[in-house]
């Protein structure tokens, strides 16, 4: 706990540590999890002490640690190394990092396990606050894996849906193929959150996406079409509704 140095007013202890003394403590931690928790900590503490420099090398010395898990732990080691990388600017090593994360969530056989690895390390990211574009492209790049049949299974919950969703670099191939496998997926759950929160832009491809749930077979899914297309303004959307009712095309 001294060496995290970020809990100490909860458990009672001084919150006056000495960032210099943290790092040493932190860097004492054999057990390779601990050692990038402690690590990770210690950075937010060296930066508001202007230790710029020992904050860099504590943030590529938790990711190094985390690299050098061997168990379970793997994954939430590297959530504690890449939002200190962010915070001291090293986006370049930082995005490098939520690829190896991502790689290593998708080589688990479990479906549930692989899920909430992937709900932790997306998790970590939102509150790492703003992310630099680098880092979003990464995510993007990576976040479907090479098993695309995964996103149409049952561990696959909204939330993590929502989340993803709010954390993608905008609108390109990667993201326009993560939206095609998700928007499908048999949870109606699921395909209301894609198409609520589908980022509408002048893309053809999420427009077609949005319009042609007007087909789909849950009724609860078409509404929220309908409700995204009013709450849009977009006139060519509306003039595509109404079209779509002119045609006894809605059931």
């Not at 915070?87 to 969530?105: C, G």
């Not at 990211?125 to 703003?130: D, Q, R, T, Y």
């Not at 049949?149 to 849906?161: D, E, M, N």
């Not at 198409?195 to 849950?218: F, K």
Request: hydrophobic share 45%.
């Amino acid at each position: 706990d001294a060496a995290m140095a970020g809990v100490g007013e909860e458990q009672g202890i001084s919150s006056a540590i000495d960032p210099i003394e943290s790092l040493k403590q932190a860097r004492d931690v054999t057990e390779a999890f601990y050692r990038a928790r402690a690590l990770g900590n210690v950075v937010p503490h060296l930066l508001t002490a202007g230790r710029t420099d020992d904050a860099v090398a504590a943030a590529e010395e938790a990711l190094h640690a985390a690299r050098a898990c061997q168990n379970e732990d793997i994954i939430a080691a590297y959530t504690c190394a890449f939002p200190a990388l962010i915070a001291v600017e090293r986006y370049s090593t930082a995005a490098s990092a939520v690829e190896e994360a991502l790689s290593k969530a998708h080589q688990l056989k479990n479906d549930e396990s692989r899920a909430s690895s992937l709900m932790r390390i997306t998790s970590s990211l939102m509150e790492a606050g703003s992310l630099p574009p680098i880092v979003r492209r990464s995510l993007s790049r990576s976040i479907l894996g090479s098993d695309v049949y995964f996103w149409g299974k049952g561990a696959i919950k909204p939330q993590l849906i929502e989340v993803i969703l709010s954390l993608l670099s905008g609108i390109d191939d990667d993201t326009i193929i993560f939206l095609q496998k998700v928007v499908v997926h048999p949870d109606v759950n699921i395909r209301r959150s894609v198409l609520r929160t589908l980022p509408l832009d002048e893309n053809e491809h999420i427009r077609n996406m949005l319009v042609s749930h007007l087909q789909d077979a849950d009724a609860n899914v078409r509404g929220e079409v309908i409700e995204r297309i009013g709450a849009s303004g977009d006139s060519r959307l509306a003039s595509y509704l109404v079209n779509h009712y002119r045609q006894n095309s809605a059931t």
